[in-house]
């Protein structure tokens, strides 16, 4: 495994961001939250997604130079317009912006159009929690799941990002509205190895472990069956309605093409009803109840999201940050000739 | 099947509530949420819930004297005390001050403590889409499911409500983070039927569509695994948080005295955003690429979440409510004593 020191996986993401034409201060944004994701542990949607993204700016689907507008809005809630502008900028904008809104009103919204990926939703919910803050925030994607009852694909995997601050250490749902993502499964089917769970359908339109044969039938699960995908189908309702930007069934099915996805960024500031160490002591509560119950493999501690983030960070500030040799060398290489 | 029309089942509802000590408008109220939850299918939350109600009042869970009070709040966003109240007239009270927040700020929130089993989340959903509004509301509970990873219970089945608006019916998801409830393993395990999915561990704690084994072990599954364990945690979180209440943990364990609970009810109004009607377009949209996906049994269409519900709604209103024998006779002859 080829790990790098964080500051040097920082500075070759920034070359890259810089030769992609990016303005300076933008760019050095963007370059940190893809290479903290990495840093945290969050392998599929840091450096290693960087390639689609250039692709993206290639083909015209992201416009490197576009920041979002306000196109209406009324006290603590307002709709923007990404124009396909950078994804993690442009999510970046509009949960800094709700954040301002509760701040303001003690709960603030923003529904976002015309946005493109945001990467790792995680990093949204973060930013709010390290400003002391709850969030709330969700994207669609393009139809790559088939609804419960349905064999071809009408939703997307929408994750969904729940934060909540607390002191010694936030803790983030960062939950995609799929039981396991294409990457994933293409990872199992290559090592061979059975999912832990069930995954999907096969062919015959069985129930499966077998990675492979969900690729091939093209039938994941959404996570809790029925469940997740009535969730998933909900958060693109409430997402495309109020931004007033497009549904899931609308977004372009080319990965590098997926453009004009819609956002919600909800934020709450706990400070408008509360005592900010009041709550410290009921997420300490929770946590600590979490932790006394008995783990079903003694040798695995019972876990709250966030807290394998926390570790991993910790261990590849301290060992280096891992890195998929093809596409170090690749970015390190362009960066290199700039 | 016993079938009895609506207003009857609402008549006899209401007598047994005034029976119970419950001022008439109140009563009124509390009788419709439950009489509307049976007619719209929601057999486990109506009628069915009324004997562990009466045995909530009778043992000083519920207080059906108390009227839930603003404990503080900033802006667009409060905290109520729910006072150990009547949990459906507490959280619908929640919602409308959710939704009067929301028609002042754009969104509004209540983050209530101290209250009682609100039955059927979805009802508050209805609520603020039947004014036009989009809501997300949820619920802690008694620890009622092992974590991830867990044996022992120590998280709840936090319901999560997600509600839009729609001319043409509103779309209400309305999920619990459990895979099944302890209701429907118990009816699968009576009809000596093995469950569609996976929904537990049996005591070998292999995964298992044996209802009876999971009631054996008491292990059932999350919803989606690790994301509806990781859900239910962040969701407790919040709530308790923010409402300053309980934390699933520390809610007593005996299902007719779970009480404290801590519940967050936000409202979003459309109207400060965007045109009703280009909403209503963009859900038609949604729907109809549902509806338009390859089903997976030829004879069963691809449904949105509270679809079912008109569905039962109308045919319920037409041949009458469908009620279990037993306890229809208790209320009923109790009431006709008053």
């Keep these: 495994m080829l790990r790098v020191p964080y500051d040097e996986l920082y500075g070759t993401l920034l070359r890259a961001m810089l030769r992609l034409g990016i303005a300076e201060d933008r760019a050095a944004e963007c370059a940190r939250l893809f290479a903290e994701t990495t840093r945290d542990g969050v392998y599929t949607h840091g450096l290693n997604r960087f390639p689609r993204f250039v692709a993206s700016v290639a083909n015209g689907s992201t416009d490197v130079k576009a920041e979002p507008v306000k196109i209406a809005g009324m006290g603590a809630l307002e709709r923007w317009d990404g124009r396909r502008g950078i994804g993690n900028l442009n999510a970046k904008t509009s949960m800094q912006r709700a954040i301002e809104l509760a701040k303001t009103h003690g709960i603030g919204g923003v529904a976002l ?19 002391g803050l709850f969030a709330i925030c969700w994207t669609n994607t393009l139809a790559n799941l088939p609804a419960w009852g349905a064999t071809t694909p009408t939703i997307g995997n929408n994750p969904l990002v729940i934060a909540v601050p607390r002191a010694g250490g936030h803790v983030v749902l960062d939950m995609a509205t799929s039981q396991f993502s294409y990457g994933a499964l293409a990872g199992y089917a290559k090592r061979g190895q059975a999912l832990p769970v069930d995954g999907g359908f096969d062919l015959a339109g069985n129930l499966t472990r077998d990675a492979a044969a969900i690729e091939a039938s ?7 069956y ?18 007033g930007g497009l549904a899931t069934h609308q977004i372009p099915l080319d990965p590098t093409r997926e453009s004009g996805l819609s956002q919600i ?6 400070r408008s009803v509360g005592d900010a160490q009041e709550m410290n002591q009921i997420a300490e509560g ?13 040798g695995k501690p019972v876990r709250y999201p966030g807290e394998q983030t926390l570790q ?3 261990e590849n500030m301290r ?7 093809e596409i170090w060398e690749q970015i390190s290489g362009d960066a290199s000739a700039v």
Excluded: C
Aim: a negative charge.
């Design 113 to 131: 159009s015309n946005t493109n990926h945001w990467m790792r939703g995680g990093s949204y919910g973060l930013q709010a929690a390290e400003q």
């Design 218 to 224: 093209q039938r994941p699960l959404p996570a809790g």
């Design 226 to 243: 029925w469940k997740g995908s009535g969730l998933s189908l909900v958060m693109d309702m409430v997402a495309a309605m109020l931004s």
């Design 265 to 270: 960024f909800l934020a709450i500031d706990p």
């Design 286 to 298: 929770i946590l600590e109840s979490l932790r006394n119950a008995t783990p079903a493999d003694p």
């Design 312 to 314: 991993l960070r910790e």
């Design 319 to 325: 060992l280096g940050v891992p890195v998929d040799p």
